[in-house]
């Protein structure tokens, strides 16, 4: 339903078509935003250029950008990107979808070369696209870091994930504080489908768009689990 | 009174509540009376509860408010530490409005503030009977008759989770209804309905302002990110949120809406 809160606020969602990111960037073009959508790696280039289609076909505005995220450079380098498309005015909104997962391994056999590169993704491209977003976010926007429930539903195998998931939370609570002064405020939302196809998770996407939108200026340094009644 | 109209009333982006009812206890005035006045303004039917004679005005001031602008609201006496009041409370808003979609505990307060060591046994029953029995009745009333698709939202205190000298009786109590509601979620799910905790940080209310020393009010505001204490509009666009079907997903959880202090 189009209800124009967003008009005139652009978004900039990294990893766009990883999980819930193609509901979030509906979502939020859905309520005016123009989204600019990252694509992690070349081979997600086609999936990214097929969603701007679908959004511009709603009515939407969206772009594609494309960069790596482990390398601090090529972040900053995307966040300059970013603003130029949407020619200077500023990003109100950055979401740090949430990357892709390890296949799950216990503690005791993770490889170390699998380690490094979860952890790079996971844990250290979030840290830096908060940074980014930390800086050049515009006054009274938001960032929002997504992903699954891994720091909460702490599963056999999933020690590395869930341990680069709970340091994004982290990094949000004490972001949320930093910047809080400029009215920019910091999340994360985690979604737990509980079976269900993560894309079908359209409520994660609408509480993003929710963190977005005036109503919610009051919640910051906070993590908004959705999908199943949590154990915990 | 029972307007069929408003059942069919189509629900638009600015009244996504139209054709819902809304009971908020505790609501003739500070952040309950700010909740029904936002609910109202979502297109909901809200029946305004307040506690005794005393707040009846207050009571009919919040309903005057809702109506001159168009909405359908109702006053009702019930005081919350009265397990056959509450009972009643929800009989008359079916009675009134022909159903119940969203159930907003707000009701709350008695506070003792003493030590562990220096409450009595009175203190002790009376920061229990309001903020955690009364409650506890309250969401069985509300898991009874809520309807499916429908809200039950208990507003807490983040001093539930950030307790200080002085505060464990009223602490506890809160923190005893947070597990209510997050049992309550799990138990009601399929009938998709959403039982949420919604826990307001310190707002500008007549009772705040009343029971806060300047001293404190400017400790909380120095600590807090946005540099300013919250007002009640600010904890009721959130409660609103959790009413809308934009928060289906949202269950089971405590929501901190404290302008980052917590």
């Known amino acids: 339903m189009q209800t124009g809160a967003l008009s005139g606020k652009s978004a900039l969602i990294t990893a766009a078509c990883q999980g819930i990111g193609p509901s979030v960037a509906a979502a939020l073009a859905a309520q005016g935003a123009r989204v600019v959508l990252h694509a992690l790696r070349e081979s997600s280039v086609e999936a990214v250029h097929a969603l701007v289609a679908t959004i511009r076909g709603a009515s939407g505005q969206a772009s594609a950008l494309c960069g790596d995220l482990t390398d601090p450079a090529a972040i900053a380098t995307l966040f300059d990107e970013a603003e130029r498309v949407v020619e200077g005015v500023g990003i109100d909104i950055v979401v740090s979808?949430?990357?892709?997962?390890?296949?799950?391994?216990?503690?005791?056999?993770?490889?170390?070369?699998?380690?490094?590169?979860?952890?790079?993704?996971?844990?250290?491209?979030?840290?830096?696209?908060?940074?980014?977003?930390?800086?050049?976010?515009?006054?009274?926007?938001?960032?929002?870091?997504?992903?699954?429930?891994?720091?909460?539903?702490?599963?056999?195998?999933?020690?590395?994930?869930?341990?680069?998931?709970?340091?994004?939370?982290?990094?949000?609570?004490?972001?949320?504080?930093?910047?809080?002064?400029?009215?920019?405020?910091?999340?994360?939302?985690?979604?737990?489908?509980?079976?269900?196809?993560?894309?079908?998770?359209?409520?994660?996407?609408?509480?993003?768009?929710?963190?977005?939108?005036?109503?919610?200026r009051w919640i910051t340094g906070q993590h908004i689990r959705t999908g199943v009644a949590p154990a915990a | 009174m029972n307007d069929s109209?408003?059942?069919?009333?189509?629900?638009?982006?600015t009244t996504p509540l139209s054709g819902k009812v809304a009971l908020v206890t505790g609501a003739s005035?500070?952040?309950?009376?700010?909740i029904a006045r936002t609910l109202a303004r979502g297109g909901a039917a809200v029946v305004v509860n307040y506690r005794d004679d005393a707040d009846q005005e207050d009571a009919a001031t919040v309903v005057h408010d809702i109506e001159r602008t168009g909405g359908m609201a109702s006053a009702v006496l019930a005081d919350v530490r009265d397990p056959e009041a509450i009972a009643q409370l929800f009989d008359r808003t079916a009675a009134t409005f022909g159903g119940l979609d969203i159930a907003v505990l707000n009701a709350g307060g008695d506070a003792v503030v003493k030590s562990v060591i220096d409450t009595s046994e009175a203190d002790f029953d009376r920061v229990m009977a309001l903020n955690a029995r009364g409650q506890f009745v309250a969401l069985q009333l509300a898991a009874r008759n809520v309807r499916d698709g429908g809200r039950i939202v208990f507003i807490s205190s983040s001093t539930a989770c950030q307790p200080y000298p002085g505060t464990a009786s009223y602490s506890g109590a809160k923190t005893a209804t947070e597990v209510y509601v997050r049992v309550l979620a799990r138990e009601i799910a399929a009938r998709r309905i959403t039982a949420n905790v919604v826990s307001p940080g310190m707002t500008a209310t007549?009772?705040?302002?009343?029971?806060?020393?300047?001293?404190?009010?400017?400790?909380?505001i120095a600590a807090t990110p946005k540099g300013r204490i919250a007002m009640p509009v600010d904890i009721a666009d959130v409660v609103h949120f959790v009413a809308t079907d934009a928060a289906r997903g949202v269950t089971g959880q405590i929501l901190h809406v404290n302008g980052g202090l917590l």
Request: overall charge negative.
């Open chain 2, 206 to 220: 007549q009772t705040m302002m009343s029971q806060t020393t300047e001293a404190r009010r400017a400790t909380v």
């Open chain 1, 97 to 216: 979808n949430a990357p892709d997962a390890l296949a799950s391994c216990p503690l005791a056999d993770v490889d170390l070369a699998d380690y490094d590169r979860l952890t790079a993704l996971n844990a250290k491209a979030r840290f830096f696209v908060l940074q980014q977003a930390g800086r050049r976010v515009r006054d009274n926007g938001c960032i929002v870091v997504t992903s699954g429930d891994e720091s909460h539903a702490l599963e056999i195998g999933n020690a590395v994930h869930a341990g680069a998931s709970a340091a994004s939370e982290l990094y949000c609570r004490v972001l949320a504080k930093e910047i809080g002064a400029r009215g920019v405020t910091v999340n994360v939302v985690t979604a737990n489908p509980g079976g269900k196809p993560v894309a079908d998770l359209t409520e994660a996407a609408d509480v993003v768009a929710f963190l977005a939108s005036p109503e919610a």
């Open chain 2, 29 to 34: 005035r500070g952040i309950g009376a700010e």
């Open chain 2, 5 to 13: 109209s408003r059942a069919t009333a189509p629900r638009t982006p």
